[in-house]
């Protein structure tokens, strides 16, 4: 039998497969089932900043304005999804799920800005959290705001969110950077133990006959693995900090390309999505069985074989291949 344990964040993992944030892992009855069906950890899904500004502006607006304010309130806050617990709740689920399951709890703090919603670190160690993964998710889009001063931001957070905990610290983010290696080296430095490569962007639709702005959420497919393949594969080695590949793990197949790259834990949702919770032992199972097939006898020996640094063909990730694949093309209409 193959060695499927791995690490991840300096925490010892049964397996390399991890379920990111969804509403799979909201509740108690459905980490359960993810455990039982195999899977190493879950991200819990997230608690907002807006979520954490909302809740604290609000008691102080009432204290200081009354409730009759409160229409004014809700225009200068951004309220809430309704499906979405407080974060109040949210500290108390971390304490329910520690209970209910034997796999680490990782607790999911997602925003931009610094400011005092980061004191949610703190308590979600508290409320028992092994681990925290800070998702980064911001649409920049005022021209007068510069990347240095976007990516500084986001590096003084990543300091700010540290400075708050002691536990293990993963930052998610996306792949939207001009030096992904510059910033992915400054996020470290300034504390990340992991990087999750990559956050799944929301890409609102239009809807032309109605002339409305529609949200769109698709679930991924496996196409959607080839870029953090291709990031993962190049940070490999480059960095003192682990790496989650996040988008596209749908088969097993996909999940041992995330390990080969260079990935500690590939996560999935989506598959889970689609397939159902159970799809995790496929995926488990298929790794497993090709384990066996091409004679690995564990995970660790397996991470990183196809990364940059030990393909024979480096520059394949690199420009010099694009322009190969571009001269490669061949269509019956050409
Ligand atoms: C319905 C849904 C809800 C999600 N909620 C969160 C969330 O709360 N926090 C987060 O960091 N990512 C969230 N994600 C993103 C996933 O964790 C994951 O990064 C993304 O779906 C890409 O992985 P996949 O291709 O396996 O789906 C959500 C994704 C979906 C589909």
Do not use: C
């Given at each position: 039998m193959p060695d499927l344990s791995t690490t991840y964040l300096g925490i010892s993992l049964?397996?390399?497969?991890?379920?990111?944030?969804?509403?799979?892992?909201?509740?108690?009855?459905t980490v359960r089932q993810l455990e039982d069906a195999g899977v190493s950890a879950v991200v819990m899904h997230s608690l907002f900043e807006e979520q954490i500004r909302y809740e604290s502006h609000e008691v102080d607006f009432?204290?200081?304005?009354?409730?009759?304010?409160?229409a004014e309130a809700?225009?200068?806050?951004?309220?809430?999804?309704?499906?979405?617990?407080?974060?109040?709740?949210y500290l108390k689920q971390i304490g329910k799920l520690k209970e209910a399951v034997d796999i680490p709890v990782i607790a999911s703090l997602?925003?931009?800005?610094?400011?005092?919603?980061?004191?949610?670190?703190?308590?979600?160690?508290?409320?028992?959290?092994?681990?925290?993964?800070?998702?980064?998710?911001?649409?920049?889009?005022?021209?007068?705001?510069?990347?240095q001063q976007i990516e500084q931001d986001y590096v003084d957070l990543v300091a700010d969110v540290r400075a708050q905990v002691t536990i293990p610290l993963a930052v998610k983010l996306g792949p939207f950077f001009t030096s992904l290696p510059n910033l992915a080296a400054r996020l470290v430095k300034a504390g990340a133990d992991g990087l999750v490569l990559f956050n799944r962007f929301y890409q609102p639709d239009l809807d032309i006959?109605?002339?409305?702005?529609?949200p769109n959420l698709e679930l991924s497919t496996s196409a959607d693995l080839r870029l953090p393949l291709r990031w993962v594969a190049i940070f490999y080695g480059r960095l003192e900090a682990d790496l989650a590949l996040s988008s596209g793990i749908h088969t097993p197949a996909d999940l041992v390309k995330a390990v080969m790259a260079g990935a500690k834990?590939?996560?999935?949702?989506?598959?889970?999505?689609?397939?159902?919770?159970?799809?995790?032992?496929?995926?488990?199972?298929?790794?497993?069985e090709w384990m066996g097939t091409y004679e690995y006898e564990s995970v660790a020996q397996m991470t990183g074989a196809m990364s940059q640094r030990n393909v024979e063909d480096p520059a394949a990730f690199e420009r010099a291949n694009y322009m190969?694949?571009?001269?490669?093309?061949?269509?019956?209409?050409?």
């Open positions: 049964k397996n390399p497969l991890v379920a990111s944030a969804s509403p799979l892992t909201r509740r108690v009855d009432f204290l200081e304005h009354g409730a009759e304010s409160y809700q225009r200068y806050l951004v309220e809430p999804p309704g499906f979405r617990i407080g974060p109040e709740e997602n925003g931009s800005s610094r400011g005092g919603w980061v004191d949610y670190a703190k308590k979600m160690q508290q409320a028992g959290a092994d681990a925290i993964e800070l998702n980064l998710y911001y649409m920049h889009v005022d021209p007068l705001e510069t990347s006959e109605t002339l409305s702005v529609v834990v590939g996560m999935t949702t989506s598959a889970l999505l689609r397939n159902g919770i159970d799809h995790a032992r496929v995926l488990l199972q298929g790794l497993e190969r694949t571009l001269a490669s093309f061949e269509h019956p209409r050409i």
